[in-house]
């Protein structure tokens, strides 16, 4: 399966999922073909890949040449070990989470 094989669920919010986004995409499918010059991707060079099943892993590196084949620069970065930088985003992102999900009960009970 492609991104181009699948635009619905891309572009189209989910009926089951409550936080998902209901506004309108731009038709990014148009683009695909026209990648900005001097894009670059950044790919872990430490721990990163630890944990990962050795058939996941292959299948990311083989994402990575897809990039480079289509021109794009690879770089390899040291992640910073620390898990206190770790522990902010999860907390950053679940209460972002956690605001999306409770939205609507936020606008109508906002004294509760």
Known sequence: MT???SPKPLQEP???DRTCSTREVDDYLSGLGNLPKGLKVGMPSNYFYDPVHPEVRVRMVESLKVFKDLGVEVRELAMP???LAS????????????ASHHARWLRECPHN
């Open 3 to 5: 991104v181009r094989s």
């Open 87 to 98: 522990n902010a985003m999860v907390n950053l992102i679940a209460g972002v989470e956690s």
């Open 14 to 16: 989910d009926p089951k």
């Open 81 to 83: 070990e620390t898990v």
